[in-house]
């Protein structure tokens, strides 16, 4: 069973939004735009560029042009979905952004970093990504890559064998095949399940992988499925090619997405703190990305500190860590990229725990409880079908049927449905984009806060005057990240004086 509650189709999008559903990319584009025609005054649209598919960009600018122009306020910038099958990353851009202007003049603290940043925001990076993932059968993981054929098999032809959608339920789920020498057999716990066979056991299954046949008749099943260039690793910031790190693509910016949105945000020097929103995992990492970088400068360090250590309060269960040392390397990587070229603070917020997917109360998923190197099922996966049966009515999990695949014969499809493993029910969304937002709220509470403090004035001979003053920033976060005075991107803060009839000596 598909997942029914999750899109409401044929449906005008007014403002504010809701957030019981996800928004499909034609929907996203409609949200920006009837977020930009309710708040005229505060919003500015932005075509950024376009995908490989040609699909437009956007991005809202949210700014009081009463209290100055963008350029001359601190920058917060928010975007998401920057993988295709990431879509709850988008819905926490647009209600950052419905937040904003819906309680702009009614919350006192909304108002004043309204009124004191300029917000950049791109709900959605990897568009066709996005638009792919709603229309086309997927898993919950597909889809997450830039729409830039690759020849996976060397065959000459591009994407001709990727998955197929057999019983045309919308997923791309799993295929499994009888097999008395398989190293699986039927959970005793759950018969939806499969474990594996002790030595001396007879075998019952074999997993077949994703369900689909041999479109291009080589004897092989989805060996060449839809081109993997991934846009998080297509940034002109330490970029390495594809023998180093997979889905790197051929060049730095070979996106023509990426490439804009550089331009775009090169083109906005404010900007000093950035969030890149993805799934999954509970998290917010800052870089650096990759360990021979080197560790970041102690004063930005602890500025980071000082935000993590609230956005975990923000986000109950979230873990603030840093992407080298407490997840992977990544090499081409945005947040590097914003960090290194941009000048930014930068977090990236891995959106959605499965544990909160909990039936009775007390599922807590340990790593100890994961697949093993044959995939079997693990506690985890029977905690999580509980939750499917007693909290979603069975809209998770595609019940085991038989299918007469045309190589393999007799077979049976099932398991987790796309809308499922990697993003939270529709009715769980509220919560996740409330509190992930309110983590950029906080930052933009702790922007650099200027003012200049005259503290003594003293009259010497004739005309002359000395003036003393200093400047004060009440803000956490300095007007600069000592990365970007370590790497001299920018030129250092300068007082200037100027007046009529006054001359500086």
């Not at 500025?303 to 873990?319: D, F, Q, R, W």
């Not at 990236?348 to 697949?371: C, Y």
Request: charged share 25%; aromatic share 10%; glycine share 10%.
């Amino acid at each position: 069973m598909a997942l029914a509650v999750t899109l409401i189709q044929a449906q005008e999008i007014k403002v504010p939004l809701r957030f019981d559903f996800y928004y499909d990319y034609d929907q996203v584009v409609e949200a920006v735009k009837a977020l930009n025609k309710a708040y005229p005054q505060l919003t500015t649209l932005d075509q950024v560029g376009k995908s490989e598919e040609g699909r437009i960009i956007w991005a809202i600018t949210i700014n009081n042009p009463k209290t100055g122009k963008p350029l001359e306020k601190p920058g917060v910038y928010a975007d998401g979905n920057i993988h295709g099958n990431e879509i709850q990353a988008t819905e926490v851009c647009l209600y950052l952004a419905n937040r904003l202007l819906t309680e702009y003049g009614k919350n006192k603290e909304i108002t004043d970093i309204v009124d004191r940043n300029a917000f950049y925001i791109i709900p959605t990076v990897n568009v066709d990504g996005r638009a792919h993932f709603f229309a086309d059968a997927n898993t919950p993981s597909s889809n997450r890559g830039l729409r830039i054929p690759v020849d996976d098999d060397h065959d000459g032809l591009f994407d001709e064998d990727g998955p197929d959608d057999l019983d045309g339920d919308g997923t791309i789920a799993t295929m499994r095949i009888r097999d008395t020498l398989g190293r699986l057999k039927t959970d005793p716990e759950d018969s939806r399940l499969m474990i594996a066979v002790k030595p001396g056991e007879k075998g019952e299954w074999t997993r077949l992988g994703q369900e689909g046949i041999d479109n291009d008749g080589d004897g092989e099943v989805n060996e060449d499925g839809e081109g993997y260039i991934d846009g998080n690793r297509d940034w002109a910031f330490d970029w390495q090619p594809p023998y180093v790190q997979n889905g790197a693509g051929n060049f730095p910016f070979s996106g023509t997405g990426t490439k804009a949105i550089a331009e775009w945000m090169l083109a906005r020097p404010n900007i000093i703190m950035v969030f890149a929103f993805h799934n999954n995992g509970g998290m917010y990492l800052r870089g650096p990305s990759f360990k021979e970088a080197g560790e970041l400068p102690q004063g930005d360090i602890t500025l980071y500190n000082y935000l993590g250590t609230n956005i975990e309060k923000i986000v109950p269960g979230y873990e603030y860590l840093i992407s080298w040392k407490d997840l992977y390397s990544t090499y081409g990587d945005f947040t590097d990229f914003t960090d290194n070229m941009i000048g930014a603070y930068s977090l990236v917020g891995e959106l959605f725990q499965a544990e909160t997917e909990t039936f009775d109360g007390t599922f807590r998923m340990k790593e100890a409880e994961g697949r093993s190197r044959f995939g079997e099922a693990s506690e985890s996966e029977r905690q999580r079908l509980k939750f499917n049966d007693n909290v979603t009515q069975g809209e998770l999990f595609r019940e085991w049927t038989p299918y007469k695949h045309p190589l393999y014969g007799d077979i049976e499809i099932g398991g987790w449905v796309k809308m499922s493993s990697r993003l939270p029910h529709a009715f769980m969304l509220q919560d996740l984009v409330h509190r992930n937002a309110s983590a950029v709220i906080f930052a933009a509470q702790n922007t650099p806060k200027i003012s200049m403090e005259v503290f003594e004035v003293k009259k010497l001979e004739g005309s002359l005057w000395s003036i003393r003053v200093r400047l004060l920033n009440e803000g956490a976060m300095p007007t600069v990240t000592y990365q970007t005075i370590k790497n001299k991107l920018y030129p250092q803060d300068l007082l200037s004086v100027s007046g009529k009839g006054i001359t500086v000596v």
